[in-house]
């Protein structure tokens, strides 16, 4: 069997001692928007992976859009995420932390009646996830042009506060149908200024946001996650390999840690083109590239091997799984995630996975 998952991988500054990833999870589990001590376990508890991304983390109030979400816009969040990397620090792992602003995906319930943010007044056919429970998603207003610059301070700000933290990097969320996303694609984004219309100026947020953050950090310091067939959301785009081709090749212009992308929806109908696949934005990227999307042992090892991706991303095998590299490399047993308890709760079905003997 290859070895290309438990290969070292040199990622910016950082010495990854094995390519499996901690993908980014929404737990649920920050009461008040604060981290707290039972966070600090979670993530210790899964230090061997290579590398540790924090469960996406809104960069300013006007960003939240999920109950019991982490922040790292105040002094209390920052301080109290502290205890998170130290933890994570002290058994030898690394640990990025996710930037986060969920754009339209929010509701009025969270910002004292106020209306959601978006590029365009759009709103998303579903359901926001409130603390009444699920309510349809409201009309969100379109973010004014002169508002925009804010947005990019935000993650500029919210960046030297992981910086503070003692987070070894971040990793900007422009996935899933978030805000960023939202100004990417055209389904979501109907503007006519500079920061609509074109594959250009779509794209044109997620690169001020990058600069921005890149600014306060060392090179290779900062990732970048996008997702370009997932219809998560409401999302579509019209021309999805030539927008995502765009922003890869945009972003290869930063001296970035890696380019992450999930794999989340290609299977989905006419999420996108037929011929869009992902070895498209593999050759036009030339950095360190992590995909993510339901991979086993065995499909990791092949995509490290064929040049596919330099790391692997695993998402509910490594909630349920604290050693997960342990396990991989031996060939032990899974656990099984236990979906009721993926959202919310205590420390039932998130510190209390059992891991391997080791004597």
Same mark, same amino acid.
Request: charged residues 20%; hydrophobic residues 40%.
């Given at each position: ?62 960003? %939240? +859009?999920?109950?019991?979400? #982490?922040?790292? &816009?105040?002094?209390?969040? /920052?301080? !109290?995420?502290? @205890? ?17 602003? %969920? +754009?339209?995906?929010?509701? #009025?319930?969270? &910002?004292?009646?106020?209306? /959601?943010? !978006?590029?365009? @007044? ?36 919210? @960046? ?200």
């Amino acid at each position: 069997m290859s070895t290309g998952l438990f290969t070292p991988l040199k990622m910016g500054p950082l010495e990854l001692p094995n390519r499996i990833v901690m993908a980014p999870l929404t737990r649920n589990r920050a009461p008040g928007c604060v981290p707290n001590s039972l966070m600090a376990e979670y993530y210790r508890q899964r230090a061997s992976v290579g590398l540790i991304v924090t469960e996406a983390s809104q960069v300013s109030p006007q960003g %939240v +859009g999920y109950p019991a979400t #982490p922040g790292i &816009h105040s002094p209390e969040q /920052t301080e !109290a995420w502290k @205890a998170v990397t130290g933890a994570v620090h002290e058994a030898g792992g690394r640990i990025f932390l996710q930037l986060w602003h %969920v +754009g339209r995906i929010s509701h #009025p319930s969270y &910002h004292d009646g106020i209306l /959601t943010v !978006a590029p365009s @007044a759009i709103a998303p056919k579903g359901e926001a996830v409130t603390y009444q429970g699920m309510q349809p998603f409201v009309k969100p207003r379109a973010l004014e042009i002169e508002e925009i610059p804010g947005i990019v301070e935000d993650f500029r700000r919210a @960046a030297a506060n992981a910086r503070a933290a003692g987070f070894d990097g971040v990793e900007i969320h422009g996935a899933n149908g978030y805000l960023i996303d939202q100004f990417l694609r055209d389904g979501s984004n109907r503007r006519s200024d500079e920061y609509g219309g074109s594959i250009e100026n779509r794209a044109r947020l997620l690169l001020e946001v990058t600069e921005a953050v890149a600014g306060e950090w060392i090179d290779g310091c900062v990732g970048v996650r996008l997702s370009p067939w997932q219809p998560f959301n409401d999302m579509a785009d019209s021309d999805p390999q030539a927008t995502f081709s765009y922003a890869v090749q945009a972003l290869a212009g930063y001296k970035l840690a890696y380019l992450h992308l999930t794999e989340m929806g290609r299977d989905a109908p006419g999420a996108a083109g037929p011929d869009f696949e992902p070895n498209v934005l593999r050759e036009a990227w030339p950095g360190v590239l992590i995909t993510n999307g339901g991979y086993d042992r065995a499909r990791a090892d092949d995509a490290i091997a064929e040049g596919a991706a330099d790391a692997v991303a695993f998402g509910q095998l490594c909630l349920a799984n604290p050693d997960l590299p342990q396990r991989l490399r031996t060939g032990a047993p899974l656990n099984t995630p236990d979906p009721a308890t993926f959202y919310g709760g205590d420390a039932h079905g998130y510190t209390d996975y059992p891991v391997l003997a080791t004597s």
